[in-house]
């Protein structure tokens, strides 16, 4: 049984109260109304200082005035919500906290934050990434897993969500650091690959057709990728964080080790950069990745059979995460490319009764399972 890490037992102190979860109960109205204004707090951050807190890519692509629209409206919604759980729940921590950020994203300009030019800093954090991502997944996902849970019994503040929350956050703050070491491999050997007059210009065809070419390239790629983390001994240890998990939500699919995520996000870009594909299908395909990487590991029941044979869903990926059979379903986005080289495990219409790993299990804070890949490997 996984248990509670010492950060868990923390906002379990400071957030939590006995009282029913139900849709009425006030519960739900805090936690939206936490989620909307401490994501309001953070969006005026970021334009107070874009300079420090916006990615490169992004920062001059916004529609600004659609952001400040946007940005007043979570403030007046997260105020609300959180008013809503203080009046109606005995315990007021969600809605007093919801509140407190509400009024300091007031006072701290709200959307009225004037912008005059953006100097380049010498570094900078994605905190407008981690907005937009967290607040729109969490505000999907997790109404989604109340209205159909596989285990009601499961709450969202389940043991070692604080992990998977720091890896969340540390991912998306350091996205661009992540995205320099990704691309250069794929850069370096595209470019080799065009000096030879090998370029393909797949970016001649239609977008949907570059979409989904980019889906199955990616997805043949990064089965091997990922079937070589669970066979190779000095690669397991770093991949084995992400299993360590034994309570899947759409938190759970952020436990990734730093190591994992740069090679195999760095192997995947690798062909798609050589075959040319046009920016617009690989920033549509990055948004399907995120948000299907999302979807697979949520505590949903889903049960559309036609659909689980076309798209990889929460139960087929739940049993990859099974304690046994192990080593099955490697595919993210296509099912049907496990069945093709033997993988395939979708028995009937049954859940993994178990979930995690075998053998040593990683430590439950997010700090120590950082350093343990490196201790397994020098004991070896």
């Known amino acids: 049984m996984t248990e509670p890490t010492p950060l868990d037992r923390w906002f379990e102190r400071a957030l939590g109260d006995a009282g029913p979860q139900h849709f009425g109960s006030g519960w739900f109205s805090g936690l939206i109304g936490l989620l909307l204004s401490a994501g309001s707090f953070a ?3 970021v334009f107070q200082f874009p300079e420090w807190l916006t990615m490169g890519e992004l920062r001059f692509r ?3 005035e659609l952001m400040r629209g946007l940005l007043t409206l979570a403030i007046v919604a997260g105020f609300f919500f959180s008013a809503l ?10 809605g007093l906290a919801g509140l407190a950020f509400a009024v300091g994203a007031v006072l701290l300009g709200g959307s009225g934050v004037e912008i005059e030019g953006v100097p380049d800093a010498p570094f900078h954090l994605g905190l407008d990434w981690l907005v937009l991502n967290f607040v729109l997944l969490s505000l999907v996902f997790v109404p989604l897993e109340k209205l159909f849970p596989l285990k009601p019994e499961q709450g969202t503040f389940r043991p070692q969500w604080t992990t998977d929350a720091i890896y969340f956050v540390v991912s998306h703050l350091a996205v661009d650091l992540l995205t320099f070491f990704t691309l250069l491999p794929a850069t370096l050997v595209s470019q080799a690959w065009q000096a030879a007059a090998l370029d393909m210009q797949v970016k001649n065809l239609p977008l949907l057709a570059q ?4 889906m199955l390239v990616a997805d043949v790629t990064q089965y091997w990728v990922h079937r070589s ?3 190779l001994r ?6 084995a964080i992400h299993h360590s998990t034994t309570d899947m939500d759409w938190l759970a699919g952020s436990r990734l080790h730093v190591v994992d995520i740069v090679l195999t996000r760095a192997l995947v870009l690798v062909p798609l950069f050589v075959l040319g594909f046009d920016e617009t299908a690989l920033y549509i395909w990055l948004a399907i990745v ?5 979807f697979i590991h949520v505590n949903m029941r889903f049960r559309w059979r036609w659909v689980e044979e076309l798209i990889v869903t929460p139960r087929f990926h739940h049993w990859h995460h099974a304690r046994t059979p192990i080593d099955k379903n490697f595919a993210i ?7 093709i080289f033997g993988t395939h495990h979708m028995p009937g219409g049954e859940w993994p009764p178990e979930l995690g790993i075998h053998g040593e299990q990683p430590p439950g804070d997010f700090f120590r399972q950082m350093l343990w890949p490196f201790g397994k490997l020098r004991r070896r």
């Open 62 to 64: 916004y529609p600004v």
């Open 43 to 45: 969006a005026v951050l």
């Open 229 to 231: 983390f669970h066979r």
């Open 211 to 214: 979409v989904f070419l980019v």
């Open 290 to 294: 995120a948000a299907q990487a999302t």
């Open 234 to 239: 000095w690669a397991w240890p770093f991949h």
């Open 85 to 94: 759980n203080v009046i109606l729940r005995p315990s007021k921590k969600l």
């Open 333 to 339: 986005h296509f099912p049907w490319i496990d069945r």
